[in-house]
Nanobody, 117 residues
Framework: QVQLVESGGGLVQPGGSLTLSCAAS????????MGWYRQRPGNEREFVAD???????KYADPVKGRFTISRDRSKSTVYLQMNSLKPEDTAVYYC???????????RGQGTQVTVSS
């Protein structure tokens, strides 16, 4: 059974940094596109970043240059380093695994990030 568990969220001041982690179990990294999404208050869920098997990355325009996605295959963990955080980054952040073989997605339970002074 696929399971994604996010951690690392919290309260941070504007301009601060946080690193989110997503521990994956029950999946094969090479078969999955790993990504982060977020849902800001009153908004639809939106794409943040993803990382493919060859470690190619993609970012949403609002986070380019501030966020970095990476992964540690030995730990089956994906990270999202968030720098220069802004109040508009406040959201619940979700880890997502898209299985190329079955074209299905699994999402974690989410972790709250609040950027406020």
């Amino acid at each position: 059974q696929v399971q994604l568990v996010e951690s690392g969220g919290g309260l941070v001041q504007p301009g601060g940094s946080l690193t989110l982690s997503c521990a994956a179990s029950g999946i094969i990294f090479s078969d999955n596109l790993m990504g982060w999404y977020r849902q800001r208050p009153g908004n639809e869920r939106e794409f943040v970043a993803d990382i493919a098997e060859g470690d190619s990355t993609k970012y949403a325009d609002p986070v380019k240059g501030r966020f970095t996605i990476s992964r540690d295959r030995s730990k089956s963990t994906v990270y999202l380093q968030m720098n220069s955080l802004k109040p508009e980054d406040t959201a619940v952040y979700y880890c997502n695994a898209h299985d190329f073989r079955t074209a299905t997605d699994v999402r974690g339970q989410g972790t709250q990030v609040t950027v406020s002074s």
